[in-house]
């Protein structure tokens, strides 16, 4: 699909993506047993019910079905393997959701502001082996206080915010000098 047409399926492409998860969502609650099979029969109803409804083309239709289909049969394997929840599931697009609204509250609050109230937080919640995004520190390893996600600096720099879900709180990760032999 070209780039042309793939920008002029996005608008329409989400709503009739919801519609196709609705559709198959009440006829799966309406059945006895969800299976691999029932799922993929749904899809191709909902995909049927899109394409008549003149809105897509048959081409925009069937990729949009597939779409629904790896979606929901990854959400199926994730329960199965897991035990986990759709909440569970959708971890990481809530956390992506949290970040781009704490980013855009910041972008309309007053600058001067907010970095006088960081700095005021690093100030009083210095706790030891703790840093902060914005600090100087020494090479090391930093771990994310959030998500565990793995930092080394390999010289003296400033701490960015976490490259994995973008938090601004780390500890240093050190291990005994020298290491006791096991």
């Known amino acids: 699909m070209a780039e042309s047409e793939r920008r002029h399926l996005s608008g329409k492409a989400l709503e009739v993506y919801d519609r196709m998860l609705e559709r198959v969502q009440s006829r799966l609650n309406e059945l006895q047993e969800t299976s691999l099979r029932n799922l993929e029969e749904e899809v191709q109803k909902a995909v049927e019910f899109e394409y008549e409804l003149e809105e897509m083309t ?9 779409y629904l289909l790896r979606d929901l049969e990854h959400l199926m394997h994730f329960v199965e393997e897991t035990g986990e929840g759709l909440t569970e599931w959708l971890q990481l697009d809530i956390a992506l959701l949290e970040h781009q609204l704490a980013d855009r509250l910041l972008s309309v609050a007053d600058k001067t502001l907010v970095d006088n109230l960081e700095l005021r937080q690093k100030l009083e919640n210095q706790e030891a082996g703790h840093y902060i995004s914005g600090e100087v520190a020494t090479a090391g390893m930093f771990q994310c206080l959030n998500c ?17 879900c973008g938090s601004h709180y780390y500890e240093r990760v050190t291990s005994r000098w020298p290491r006791k032999s096991e």
């Open 58 to 66: 048959r081409e925009e239709a069937d990729l949009l079905g597939a």
């Open 148 to 164: 565990g996600h793995m930092r080394c600096l390999t010289a003296t720099s400033h701490l960015e915010p976490c490259e994995a």
